[in-house]
């Protein structure tokens, strides 16, 4: 059982609601107005001034001088005004912005639409509008035991909506040449020399592709690309080559016989090998096998390193309680007695809840920045 890992926004709704922009495009599309605000719970705007703890290209974890957490979203900046800013940790700034209920209220229709070319007309808008609210409701009223059916109404949804973007978006794709593509690899850079007939091939089927993902023909595209990298494999293989055992053990702090080291490391090497022939089915049985002998010599993290991860205090009568179970849980992982463990850490965690909730992110969606003085509105 891993400790859960506090997120930073990663657009929740992006996979379902489908960004499916094939190369970033700086063009924005045409405004409209948001008729349909259901899917979204605004509070009233607030302002905050704090510390900032860590920040993304998309957020910041904000320490409140109120004492508070906050997870700060800056989908509606531009990306010329976020390289202004220039975030420090441990810096402060002050936010104003509306409160959301969820992670999943950043990703409004206006985040959505930032991705579109320009050319995308405004009834072709209003059509997608209209059909991501659709998603966003679905999303918002599926209990755990609909979101089967609910994904399957969403995916429909979600081919629909790709279906009126496709062209604009194919229209607009302007793919790297050849050039620039093989480049990125720096191949040269690391003396690999691709030879001359192999680079002849390499550029008629990168055309090859490219023309037929243009016109878009996605299954022979995808053909061709593979017939792309079957190529170009043997250099990717030099460029990147897998690690030997020694340097794949090395930093586990595991007290492992010398016998059992040898007979791990005939393991691993039959592992490469499975994987240079292409056999997962048998890659994926000695992974198995690896797993099982090194299992017995990992030793769970000490209960007082674990908990010092954690950013708030634990009164001690609630730690004489967390330590038990702790240990329990993880001696019974390691027998691999997962259903009993389970049960030790459901009532670890349940220990924990109130903390988690006292100590949870508030979400803002800023509209206001002020930084080193400088202030930035959203656009």
């Known amino acids: 059982m891993n400790k859960p890992i506090k997120k930073t926004w990663m657009l929740a709704s992006a996979l379902t609601i489908g960004m499916a922009v094939l190369t970033p495009l700086s063009a924005g599309a045409e405004e409209i107005k948001t008729t349909d605000t259901s899917s979204i719970t605004v509070q009233l705007e607030q302002k905050i001034t704090g510390t900032v703890k860590d920040f993304s290209w998309d957020g910041i974890n904000l320490k409140g001088n109120d004492g508070k957490n906050y997870y700060i979203g800056l989908d509606k900046f531009s990306s010329e005004q976020l390289e202004k800013m220039k975030f420090i940790e441990g810096q402060e700034i002050s936010v104003e912005g509306n409160v959301l209920e969820s992670f999943s209220d950043f ?14 007309t405004k009834e072709d808008l209003t059509k997608l509008e209209k059909m991501f609210n659709e998603i966003k409701k679905l999303e918002k009223e599926a209990t755990e035991e609909e979101i089967e059916k609910k994904y399957e109404e969403i995916e429909k949804i979600h081919k629909e909506m790709n279906k009126i973007t496709k062209p604009y978006i194919l229209a607009n ?24 007939n192999d680079i002849t091939q390499l550029k008629a089927v990168y055309a090859e592709w490219v023309k037929l993902y243009k016109n878009g023909d996605e299954e022979k595209a995808s053909e061709k690309l593979d017939e792309f990298y079957k190529i170009l494999q043997p250099y990717l293989d030099e460029l990147y080559p897998p690690q030997t055992f020694e340097e794949f053990m090395e930093g586990l702090e595991f007290d492992i016989p010398t016998e059992t080291l040898a007979k791990l490391k005939t ?7 499975a994987y240079k022939e292409e056999n997962m089915e048998l890659s994926e049985k000695l992974w198995g096998e690896f797993d099982q002998i090194i299992r017995v010599f990992i030793k769970p993290v000490p209960f007082e390193e674990y908990m010092s991860d954690f950013e708030f205090e634990i009164s001690e009568a609630d730690k004489k309680q967390l330590k038990p179970l702790y240990e329990e849980a993880s001696a019974l992982d390691k027998k691999e007695d997962y259903e009993k463990a389970q049960e030790k850490w459901d009532a670890f965690y349940k220990i924990l809840e109130p903390y988690f909730e006292a100590n949870k992110d508030t979400l803002i969606a800023a509209s206001k920045v002020t930084i080193n003085g400088q202030e930035y509105l959203a656009q």
């Open 267 to 273: 393991i691993y090497e039959n592992i490469l090998k």
């Open 107 to 120: 990703y409004t229709f206006d985040v959505y639409k930032k991705g579109l070319p320009k050319e995308v």
């Open 173 to 196: 794709w302007q793919p790297q040449t050849f050039e620039e593509f093989i480049q990125d690899y720096e191949f040269k850079e690391n003396n690999i020399v691709i030879k001359e």
